[in-house]
């Protein structure tokens, strides 16, 4: 395995290569560091160390039931104040229900349902919501709520965390999604998200839902306003939360940077963070949290051709097919808004990594060959070329 050797990284690299804990200074060291590659270099030393070439992905779909929301973040371009306005969209029960039964043909084995907080339904809307997923498919993973709506449910309906959880895990939740974190720092959280769970209570939903054996994700909404101090500080509390939760055999399973998209929100103005900005950023996140198993190339916060590249930077997992997701689409993302499971495997195997099909918890459902290289490629465009030529002659 090529080393890194590049000045002012070294130290940096033998504690990681000592397997000894990163400090807050080196995590701002490594944001600052003016060589991106050497730093993605030793990222993928641990991603190496971890996971070899295996690189995951999952068979998922995503269904946002409702954009209506409460909350006013600045850099939200998904929600709608109140149901009637242009926009807005709650769905009734058939509907999101449809939306699985359309794809019992190719089922997904997750689903992942994040929503804006809507102040006028029932709970017992969202407990039917999961009976009727899982009275579909029984085994379907249902990956549903951020922390920040686990804590409206709590704060709109007079529960503890532990009573909404406990009650949407009777009725089917199986684990919680990462989104909700922003930056945690109040600094900017003040400022971009000031009326919804704060990085507190996010933590704590986490912590709770860890204490009743439920394995989560956790996130960073970065490349705004927030300084690489900032970004230090958000990596490092969910690291102390990994820790404590472990204690107890459970924790986050996966850490996702988001990507700040500006088009439609109160950020307009501001330009989205660069390709380097993704890559820094995965690579930084691998070797800060050492013990979250997968650092996530999110394609469509990245896109995934981005994505494909940060395999090389510290990314063990993509996300999946997705097949319909709005949230990032709302915010100008030109990503797909969904890949074929052809499409997944041969962005990692034309990455080098061996492509593995998983389940949320990251049971292996299928492993795929290791493709060679550039062979693959230009088979694929042979054959594509093949095709061409027979479609205009
Ligand atoms: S990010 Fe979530 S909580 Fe904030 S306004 Fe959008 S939907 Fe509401």
Redesign the pocket.
């Known amino acids: 395995m090529q080393t890194v050797t590049t000045p002012g990284l070294d130290a940096i690299a033998a504690k990681v290569r000592a397997g000894d804990r990163l400090s807050f200074d080196d995590g701002v060291a490594l944001f600052r560091h003016p060589d991106v590659v050497a730093v993605g270099q030793l990222a993928n030393e641990v991603r190496e160390r971890l996971h070899g070439d295996r690189t995951y992905f999952n068979r998922n779909m995503r269904i946002e039931v409702t954009?209506v929301?409460?909350?006013?973040?600045l850099?939200?371009?998904?929600?709608k104040l109140e149901e009637g306005a242009p926009g807005a969209h709650t769905m009734e029960h058939e509907e999101a229900w449809g939306e699985l039964r359309t794809r019992m043909g190719d089922p997904p084995s997750e689903i992942h349902i994040?929503?804006?907080?809507h102040p006028g339904l029932p709970f017992s809307y969202y407990e039917e919501l999961l009976a009727g997923f899982k009275r579909i498919k029984p085994d379907v993973h249902m990956k549903c709520f951020?922390a920040?709506?686990i804590h409206?449910f709590a704060r709109h309906y007079g529960m503890t965390y532990a009573q909404v959880l406990e009650r949407l895990r009777r009725a089917g939740l199986d684990s919680l999604p990462g989104?909700?974190a922003?930056i945690f720092h109040p600094e900017v959280r003040t400022r971009i998200?000031h009326d919804?769970a704060t990085a507190d209570e996010y933590i704590e939903v986490h912590r709770v839902a860890h204490a009743m054996g439920m394995r989560t994700n956790c996130t960073m909404l970065y490349g705004h306003i927030e300084t690489f101090e900032h970004r230090v500080d958000h990596l490092l509390r969910l690291r102390a939360l990994q820790d404590e939760s472990a204690k107890g055999g459970c924790g986050f399973q996966s850490f996702i940077p988001l990507a700040f998209h500006p088009d439609g929100n109160g950020m307009r103005n501001m330009p989205a963070p660069t390709a380097m900005d993704a890559l820094r950023t995965v690579a930084v996140s691998r070797l800060l949290l050492d013990n979250v198993p997968h650092i996530k190339a999110y394609w469509v916060s990245m896109t995934p051709e981005v994505a494909q590249i940060a395999l090389r930077f510290g990314a063990s997992d993509v996300d999946g097919t997705i097949i319909h997701e709005t949230?990032y689409r709302a915010a100008g993302s030109r990503s797909p808004s969904g890949l074929t499971v052809e499409g997944l495997v041969r962005l990692i195997q034309e990455a080098g990594r061996v492509p593995v099909e998983r389940d949320t918890l990251y049971n292996v459902v299928r492993e795929y060959p290791r493709a060679s290289l550039p062979e693959s490629a230009l088979k694929v465009r042979d054959r594509n070329a093949k095709k061409h030529l027979e479609v205009v002659s």
């Open positions: 954009n929301c409460v909350a006013s973040c850099f939200c371009s998904f929600a994040v929503n804006g907080l951020t920040v709506e409206f989104g909700g922003e998200s919804k949230i």
